[in-house]
């Protein structure tokens, strides 16, 4: 079985989509199931020949166009005249094609081509159906609505499924943009468990950051983005100064150029000495980091799954995070961390209800954070439930 994924770029900074189809490539290998992707990207991007899947780069290589990109916004959405041809020629070689996101031309790219074509062809929304989006900036939500009407909603109606990673993910989406008829599943969905030495992996990340080496800290570890709250996280942190000994690592691309103003926050605060950036973490040393700290904190205002959520919990961390975070319920339940709301009060609760814990309760609680891992988000263990459902005609 061959599936095609066609997602706007494999460039790692995407976030958890493109994490989502490189980790689990190796369990869907053992099932017999090989993945290739085509991207926006250019031949050219070195993120593609790092890819651990086949990657077909159908950006558009004009010089002009990328000059004139960096410019107007409008431009971002992406374009390449290749993709649409290539898509309506190669997709029938394929058992399934896989959408990944919409609300940009790949999406675009991806109706014209497949939408009435008798391929069978699937979208994952990753959140983008979230109406906390149409909240925060009701002028885009408005311009989607009128996408929707000429083709993402073409694209997701006319899908032999449209998945989703969480029962609340679904039911928001149905909310979003008119008409909604999509058929929806919930599909597994996770990480494939993590390998490597533990030991080469703290110290990679002690070598890149040196300066908490021998320190006890709370991990974000996400795109620094405004809808994932970071800004109040360093509020709370420093609200939350019941134990001075405690610092914060900020880990991730700085997506929307917003680092410069939150250090000055942290400064403002007097914490900026126990907030450390050491940038976007990869490999062994973003494991590292995983494996170093006492607890992993995403107090996003918005989160269809997250996947560092379930990194963390596979390293038997603690989480903190907030109820916009699709997968709190399963955080909650299984007693592996702590819920609150998304407001500087919440995730004030969060840092102090963990400081309050004694080590052998943090212990405890990490240890059932892998057992959560285990039983919901083993992707190793999943594979062959998902490559059923590629395989099933057509989903309810």
Not at 81 to 101: H, T
Not at 217 to 246: C, E, M, N, Q, T
Not at 269 to 289: C, E, Q, S, T, Y
Request: aromatic content about 10%; proline content about 7%; some cysteine.
């Amino acid at each position: 079985m061959i599936i095609l994924h066609i997602i706007p770029t494999v460039n790692p900074e995407y976030g958890g989509p493109v994490e989502g189809i490189f980790t689990s490539a190796p369990a869907f290998r053992e099932q017999g199931c090989e993945r290739e992707i085509v991207t926006l990207d250019l031949p050219t991007d070195p993120w593609v020949a790092a890819a651990p899947v086949p990657v077909h780069a159908m950006g558009n290589p004009d010089p002009a166009y990328h000059a004139w990109k960096t410019r107007i916004p409008l431009m971002r959405y992406g374009y390449s005249p290749r993709l649409v041809p290539w898509i309506k020629e190669n997709a029938p070689r394929y058992d399934a094609v896989v959408v990944n996101g919409l609300w940009n031309f790949a999406s675009f790219a991806a109706r014209k081509a497949l939408a009435g074509s008798g391929v069978r062809y699937f979208v994952y929304a990753h959140g983008m159906l979230d109406p906390y989006f149409n909240r925060v900036d009701p002028l885009k939500g408005a311009f989607k609505q009128l996408l929707w009407w000429g083709s993402e909603g073409r694209l997701i109606n006319n899908a032999t499924s449209v998945m989703f990673t969480t029962e609340e993910e679904k039911e928001l989406a149905r909310t979003s943009f008119w008409p909604f008829r999509a058929r929806s599943l919930v599909v597994p969905y996770g990480i494939v468990d993590v390998e490597g030495d533990p030991a080469a992996q703290t110290a990679a990340f002690r070598a890149l950051a040196p300066e908490v080496a021998d320190k006890r800290f709370l991990l974000f570890l996400s795109r620094i983005h405004p809808k994932k709250g970071v800004d109040l996280l360093i509020d709370a942190f420093a609200a939350a100064a019941g134990d001075p000994d405690l610092n914060l690592v900020v880990a991730g691309p700085d997506s929307v150029g917003s680092i410069a103003k939150l250090k000055k926050k942290a400064a403002a605060l007097g914490v900026a000495d126990r907030v450390f950036w050491p940038g976007m973490l990869k490999g062994d040393v973003k494991w590292g980091a995983f494996r170093s700290c006492e607890g992993f904190i995403l107090p996003s205002h918005q989160e269809n799954f997250g996947i560092v959520v379930a990194e963390a919990l596979a390293c038997g961390k603690p989480v903190l995070t907030t109820n916009k975070v699709n997968t709190w319920r399963e955080v909650e339940s299984g007693r592996a961390g702590f819920v609150e709301n998304d407001d500087v009060g919440g995730v004030t609760r969060l840092i102090e209800r963990f400081i309050a814990l004694t080590p052998a309760q943090k212990a405890e609680m990490g240890t059932r954070a892998r057992a959560i891992y285990l039983e919901k988000f083993d992707m190793g263990s999943m594979t062959p439930e998902l490559i059923e459902i590629f395989r099933a005609p057509q989903a309810a």
